[in-house]
């Protein structure tokens, strides 16, 4: 089919499942012209050293450049680059794997059941909604480790300003099966009826409203069973109804790649890349990875957050951290994987725009409580107050 053809169908069915048509894209070469800061291409997936980007993106040109690459990566590209190195204290990484550690004891204590994406519940030790439980049980842990420059770089690369972090656990113990190949959230957690009654055009805008994610907590060599990946997989257009299809999960059985991981490394993919979580092969490593997924400001993330509670218990540490000196990027990366950095919806009768198009955002209200050191309990009447608006 050619690609004017294809650009221009309206609805999409099985029948568009061309396994010759998906082949001629994943079995490209990727070529590491395509990426120049790339370190090394490593079965056919750009490897990048983090230290280089950040001296890269020292400038705003040259963070325009990094990004513009990262992005033809995950768009036209293999559809997935590795981070090496993207959290070069490993002491961030370790207080926030505590902190999981001992998330997962409670909920184990609790017995609260645990169902999986694509794989059986209880295969794993997931945590849901990592992201709230962690920024209010541990909020030194947590604005450590979101101050990451990395995420940050990549997440506005791919999604632009005001994008919406979430996150969810996952360790997979010593004999943990692999998952069922997949594409992720939104259109990838639909039923094959589901997605085919979205037309094309939404098949082709889901993948851009979501970026995937993964850190490494622990060593991770292929024993362990890192993420199984099929570069270039994201470009097929009808993916969201091939993936399930036998010869689609047999090709990608038998032509995925998996590549190691150190501690602090960290993996970005589009979420159309047809991917699974590998098989733990190993006697005794528990593959801890803090999943992430990064949402467009212009769609919605996968869970609730309680955004309101978590400014709240930030506030404290983003008042001391100001106070020892930290930079102005530092206190912005934090709130934005903290509060909700887009204002809408809301109710504009009782929230109407102030100056300019918009109202406020619950990430405007806590930059302006950290600027201006106010009290806790004027920062929480904001809050309250500024969600109460947002009510119909």
Known sequence: MSPITARTRTWLTEADCDLDAFRSLVELRTDIADHPSAERIEQNVPLYDSARLRALAATAEGRRDVQSELLGALLDGPGIVVLKGAFSDEAVVDRASEAFRALIEEERASGAARGDHFAKPGAND?????????????????????????????????LGPAYQVTSQLNVVNPGGAAQSVHRDYHLGFLSQEQAAAYPAHVHRLSPVLTLQGAVAHVDMPVESGPT?????????????????????????????????????????????????????????????????????????????VDREAMSNALFPVLLSRKAEGVSEDWLRRVIAATAEGYPFPTNLDLDPPVEGLAPPSQADTLHQAVTEEWDAERLRHELQAAAKRRQS
């Open 126 to 158: 997931r945590v849901w909604n990592a992201l709230d439980k962690i920024a209010v049980r541990a909020p030194e842990a947590f604005a450590d480790y979101y101050a990451n420059d990395i995420l940050e770089l990549i997440s506005e690369a791919w």
């Open 228 to 304: 199984l990946y099929l570069p270039h997989s994201q470009k097929f257009e009808p993916g969201y109804l091939a993936w399930r299809l036998p010869q689609f999960v047999e090709y990608f059985e038998t032509h995925h790649v998996q590549l190691p991981l150190e501690k602090g490394d960290a993996v970005f993919f589009n979420p159309a890349l047809f991917h699974a979580a590998g098989h733990n092969r190993s006697a005794d490593i528990k593959r801890m990875a803090n999943l992430l997924q990064i949402s467009s400001a212009f769609g919605r993330a996968m869970e609730t």
